[in-house]
Nanobody
């Protein structure tokens, strides 16, 4: 497994969860790593990305102010702290890495390596 995601589960609306994603090798983490999600019956969508150098962060409007992405360079790991969760946040969450340009970080096609996905279910 190249990118290993963990931390999903069932939570009530308003609750919190923390996802983790570790790259097995430094070369697999790209210049940025982030999270996408795929709600039931919908396409995969951008959630957040963090750049390894400088720690610049990028968020989807739908999660801005509720989710926080962070990183641990030494562990080649990124985290997604999800707060104030809503039923609409229910999805399979995937981590991914890219060597692409930051202007395109929201583009799913920019990402080369993907984790296996972890299910987050938010009950109302």
């Amino acid at each position: 497994v190249q990118l290993q995601a963990s931390g999903g589960g069932l939570v009530q609306a308003g609750g919190s969860l923390r996802l983790s994603c570790a790259a097995s090798e430094r070369t697999l983490r790209g210049n940025a790593m982030g999270w996408f999600r795929q709600p039931p019956g919908k396409e995969r969508e951008f959630v957040a990305t963090i750049k390894w150098s400088g720690g610049f962060t990028y968020y989807a409007d739908s999660v801005q102010g509720r989710f926080i992405i962070s990183k641990d360079n030494a562990k080649n790991t990124v985290y997604l702290q999800m707060n104030s969760l809503k039923p609409d946040d229910t999805a399979v969450y995937y981590c991914a890495s890219t060597w692409g340009v930051q202007s395109a970080y929201r583009d799913v096609n920019l990402y080369r390596y993907w984790g296996q996905g972890t299910l987050v279910t938010v009950s109302s």
